[in-house]
């Protein structure tokens, strides 16, 4: 999933939650967005442990 892909999701998540009243919608909206960003760190730690992998088994 693409970073663009998870800001689309939550853009419609946005959408659904949106009538259900503005403090809940910022909340979830905040929840989502942190656990975007953790998913998006998560992602780059398994690139360089990848990466690692890969530079070790070159040597």
């Known amino acids: ?3 663009s892909d998870r800001y689309v999701l939550a853009n419609k998540i946005e959408c659904l939650v949106d009538s259900d009243g503005e ?3 910022r909340e979830i ?3 989502f967005y942190l656990f975007l960003d953790w998913l998006e760190e998560y992602e780059a ?3 360089n442990l ?3 992998e890969t530079d ?3 040597i």
């Open 23 to 25: 403090e809940q919608v």
């Open 1 to 3: 999933m693409t970073k």
């Open 45 to 47: 730690r398994l690139d």
């Open 50 to 52: 990848e990466n690692e």
């Open 56 to 58: 070790a088994s070159e």
């Open 29 to 31: 909206r905040r929840i």
